[in-house]
T-cell receptor, first 115, second 109 residues
Framework: DAGVIQSPRHEVTEMGQEVTLRCKPISGHNSLFWYRQTMMRGLELLIYFNNNVPIDDSGMPEDRFSAKMPNASFSTLKIQPSEPRDSAVYFC?????????????FGPGTRLTVL | EDQVTQSPEALRLQEGESSSLNCSYTVSGLRGLFWYRQDPGKGPEFLFTLYSAGEEKEKERLKATLTKKESFLHITAPKPEDSATYLCAVQALSNKLIFGAGTRLAVHP
């Protein structure tokens, strides 16, 4: 299996620009999670989906952040407009079982730098 | 409030010097406790899942244990390739993972 795939791996943009991060979960996994990792706050859950439906978006910092999962094999996290404080590594993870304790497998992450 | 605290923040060991990392937690309804390893520039890599107090899991030089309040990751005779950040996370009733800040382990030859 290819594992969780994220793109791009690195993104450098200027303040005010729109940023779109992409994720392809492991085939057959029914839950997808978006995390953000910073030195100050560690690894934080932003939003997660079960069977393509958003279940909990309480971790999304502001209305500038939005996430979609149009089908079982693709999700996006969009930031519009971006700000320097959004600079972080964004991880996508997926797990097999929706609504049950199950191992989450992480992608390699997207390192976002907002100038 | 669900919370995970890992100690120490950083640990330096000589090759072959065994030690333990601690993960203490408070959570309403523990569904599982997870250990991950993270290398610089990479995503967290799954190591173990523990579900109930008294449970133990082993993999090579690593052994994870769980009590009602904390988990330990024991590292026996570590090698330089064991150097990484080790993350502990708890899964509560909400199905969300709550991560600790991690322990940065450096093993020197």
């Amino acid at each position: 299996d290819a594992g969780v795939i994220q793109s791009p791996r690195h993104e450098v943009t200027e303040m005010g620009q729109e940023v779109t991060l992409r994720c392809k979960p492991i085939s057959g996994h029914n839950s997808l999670f978006w995390y953000r990792q910073t030195m100050m706050r560690g690894l934080e859950l932003l939003i997660y989906f079960n069977n393509n439906v958003p279940i909990d978006d309480s971790g999304m910092p502001e209305d500038r952040f939005s996430a979609k999962m149009p089908n079982a094999s693709f999700s996006t996290l969009k930031i519009q407009p971006s700000e320097p404080r959004d600079s972080a590594v964004y991880f996508c993870a997926s797990s097999r079982l929706a609504g049950a304790p199950d191992t989450q497998y992480f992608g390699p992450g997207t390192r976002l730098t907002v100038l | 409030e669900d919370q995970v605290t890992q100690s120490p923040e950083a640990l330096r060991l000589q090759e072959g010097e065994s030690s333990s990392l601690n993960c203490s937690y408070t959570v309403s309804g523990l569904r599982g406790l997870f250990w991950y390893r993270q290398d610089p520039g990479k995503g967290p890599e799954f190591l173990f899942t523990l579900y109930s107090a008294g449970e133990e899991k082993e993999k090579e030089r690593l052994k994870a244990t769980l009590t009602k309040k904390e988990s330990f990751l024991h590292i026996t005779a570590p090698k330089p390739e064991d150097s990484a950040t080790y993350l502990c996370a708890v899964q509560a009733l909400s199905n969300k993972l709550i991560f600790g800040a991690g322990t940065r382990l450096a093993v020197h030859p």
